[in-house]
């Protein structure tokens, strides 16, 4: 039976091999590929509006406009010019960018504004473009999906394979990072190509990968090659600027564009890192002046604020207080929603005020479905919950632990819930963002003390010498223009 099993499993993949070949768009070479064109535009379509939930778009008109005039321009010239593509500036500080299938580019502020040039978020642009041209997401799921049906032939042919299956699952992660190196390696070579294709040095794509690099070592999260889905950022530094050589060889160089005082100009006046309008903490209290309210959270656990929700979380893991908002018109209906939604079996509830506002109280488990027979059952999950009424808006709070932990975070919840207040502090309400501000250097000297002489705070040289893609001992010129700091003073 278990020969049977096998062959019929083999024939299956022989079958999915033959019927599944497709054209790559970049290679022109024949690959399998179990994702269709119009499955990764699906995929793209219903990932977008997630993205933008969790992130939020930066409301900047006019670098929307120039992301949309650089992003169509170079999807017309690249492998899949029929594709329909779309980009997005996300309200981020993180230093990022990424695509999705289907054609959907994103771009963080946090990465905008470590551009220096135009040229440098061109061959960023032409790399994320890149990944959608050779269809790599819908490489990556092909080879997963193989690898799983050779693994499960393996499973049922042979008992000595099923004793090492626990490796078997970790060696084919290993082997899919070395896919992912792969590709990140293809899309370096196609943003070369694709920004240089639209008029722009593609040399100043891998002077960016020197910002990443530096970014890299002050976060302290320098990565062995051998366990990265990236290439190290230094050795893409090289291979970029031996790819922008072959890519110019036959061009008029002094054509290609850098454009680096339009792009500063572009960027002057961006939100820099943290928007405290969005919430920010200080003293473990979390403030949020646009929607006016505060409460304090446990000394020692960790906070997380994206536009959808708060997570707050022990340094151990075994707790997680989630603090978000619903979409319902009433308590009970916000209730309601949440017992339906989690599968809840709830324990109490109980109407209440938290500091003169209406509110309901509950305590609920979450049991796990019934696992396999002769497994060991997994331990139910008990949550507080407590849904507010305030501003004509419902907040909702939620505390969760393992039924055998509850009794330990019980007072960490309920101090937190029962202390969400208005927020009347004017100078929590009137913080302003850092923004970045472009001055132009009143004299020639090193960065150092060029960036003390238009006023740069000691704390922030080091960062300001990042942002602006250089070291702190780089000679500049007299009227070089300039990143720093705009800091205005809270009233």
């Not at 009424?389 to 969760?400: L, P």
């Not at 309400?429 to 740069?456: C, D, E, F, Y």
């Amino acid at each position: 039976m278990t020969n049977a099993y096998f062959r019929l499993i083999t024939i299956l993949l022989l079958c999915i091999l033959i019927s599944a070949c497709a054209r790559n768009p970049v290679t022109g070479k024949r690959e399998i590929m179990l994702m269709s064109e119009s499955q990764e535009i699906a995929l793209g379509q219903q990932s977008d509006p997630g993205i933008i939930q969790q992130f939020g778009l930066y409301n900047d008109q006019k670098l929307q406009d120039f992301i949309n005039e650089k992003g169509k321009a170079m999807g017309a010239i690249s492998h899949r010019p029929d594709l329909e593509y779309s980009f997005r500036l996300l309200d981020s500080p993180v230093v990022n960018a990424f695509a999705v299938p289907g054609g959907y580019v994103y771009f963080t502020r946090g990465i905008m504004a470590h551009f220096n040039n135009e040229a440098e978020f061109a061959g960023v642009l032409g790399h994320e473009i890149g990944h959608i041209t050779a269809r790599h997401s819908a490489k990556q799921q092909t080879q997963q999906m193989l690898a799983q049906v050779g693994f499960m032939a393996g499973v049922i042919a042979s008992e000595k394979f099923r004793d090492f299956a626990g490796e078997a699952q970790q060696g084919m992660g290993l082997l899919f990072l070395k896919f992912g190196r792969d590709h990140e390696s293809q899309s370096d070579e196609l943003g070369v190509e694709y920004s240089t294709e639209i008029g722009y040095d593609s040399h100043e794509m891998a002077d960016f990968f020197q910002t990443l690099n530096r970014l890299q070592k002050k976060s302290g999260q320098s990565i062995p090659n051998f366990l990265s889905t990236h290439p190290n950022p230094a050795n893409r530094y090289n291979k970029v600027h031996q790819l922008s050589e072959v890519a110019q060889s036959d061009l008029d160089r002094s054509r290609l564009k850098v454009n680096r005082e339009n792009y500063l100009n572009m960027i002057d006046g961006m939100v820099y890192g943290e928007d405290p309008r969005q919430g920010f903490t200080e003293n473990s209290v979390f403030y949020h002046p646009e929607l006016k309210f505060k409460f304090p959270y446990p000394q020692g656990w960790q906070l997380f604020n994206s536009p959808s929700q708060v997570q707050i979380a022990p340094s151990d893991g075994k707790a997680l207080m989630i603090f978000t908002l619903s979409g319902e018109q009433s308590l009970d209906a916000a209730a309601q929603a949440t017992v339906k939604q989690f599968s809840l079996n709830v324990v109490e509830s109980a109407k209440t005020q938290v500091n003169g506002f209406p509110a309901v109280a509950m305590v609920s488990d979450q049991v796990p479905q019934q696992q396999q027979q002769g497994t060991q059952q997994a331990p139910s999950t008990r949550l507080i919950s407590y849904f507010i009424q305030y501003n004509n808006v419902i907040y909702v709070f939620h505390g969760v632990s393992s039924k055998n932990d509850f009794n330990k975070y019980t007072n960490y919840f309920k101090r937190t819930m029962t202390n969400f207040n208005k927020l009347t502090d004017q100078s929590k309400i009137n913080v302003k963002p850092t923004r970045l501000q472009m001055k132009t250097s009143n004299r020639a000297g090193t960065l150092k003390v060029v960036l003390q002489s238009l006023g740069a705070a000691a704390q922030d040289l080091e960062e300001l010498s990042i942002i602006n893609g250089m070291e702190l001992t780089d000679q500049v010129q007299q009227g070089y223009m300039l990143k720093t700091f705009s800091k205005q003073v809270n009233k």
